[in-house]
């Protein structure tokens, strides 16, 4: 499904302050697979992941994915590929404060030509499946954090996208909504979907059923 291939990211390329990001990084995901990217802080695992969601691009290589090569396409392609392909799920929900959960899982569905009555009941089944009915009508402003990220996850799937990308989303978390987080993502998976997900924690690292370790730009390992 994803075939990344002599991928290298440089930033500031040509200046003093050059920094390599990523380095002849060779990488194959399949379909339905749940993979942990691990590594210290500034290996490249984030680069990586803003990559394969288009939202930064390679100084060099290949990145493909659903039998497009993301580099090739259009901005208006790359929008069409984010908004029908991919849910990106960061350490922080990034909410609009000051409106309900179901505004805030609404956002996707905006730019489409779904009719609001599609989108309400879309975004009530949405919040429903994450145990958040309750909340539809609430200022996301006081919720806990845990609503709040499991709020950023419905608004991340509203699209029923294939691949899902999770940059530290439970690194802001306690032990318990930590657990609930994950158990979202392992769900996901579960059900055929393609999960991706930086972590920091080992523990976390261990449950998913591929482990790839990224150290100064460069992957040393990858563990089935």
């Known amino acids: 499904m994803i075939e990344i291939s002599g991928l290298y990211k440089v930033f500031n390329e ?58 090739a396409m259009t901005p208006k392609e790359l929008a069409k590929y984010r908004g029908e392909k991919v849910g990106i799920v960061t350490q922080y929900p990034f909410l609009i404060e000051g409106v309900s959960a179901k505004d805030n899982v609404s956002v996707p569905l905006l730019n489409g030509k779904v009719k609001r009555q599609e989108r309400e009941k879309r975004c009530a089944e949405m919040l429903d499946s994450l145990g958040l009915s309750e909340f539809a009508n609430t200022d996301v402003s006081v919720m806990s954090g845990g609503e709040r990220q499991r709020v950023a996850i419905a608004r991340a799937l509203i699209n029923n996208p294939s691949l899902i990308l ?56 990858d563990t089935v």
Do not use: Q, W
Not at 30 to 43: F, N
């Open 14 to 71: 040509g200046k003093p302050n050059e920094k390599i990001a990523l380095e002849n990084v060779n990488l194959s995901v399949g379909d339905g697979e749940m993979l942990a990217i691990t590594g210290a802080s500034g290996a490249g695992k984030s680069t990586l992941l803003n990559i394969l969601g288009t939202l930064d691009f390679a100084t060099k290589g290949t990145v493909a994915a659903y039998d497009l090569t993301l580099s």
């Open 166 to 221: 999770a940059d530290e989303p439970t690194g802001a978390l306690d032990k318990a909504n930590s657990e609930k987080i994950l158990e979202i993502f392992f769900k996901l998976n579960r059900m055929g979907k393609t999960v991706i997900m930086v972590t920091h924690n080992e523990e976390i690292a261990k449950k998913c059923a591929r482990n790839v370790v990224i150290s100064d730009g460069k992957i040393i390992s």
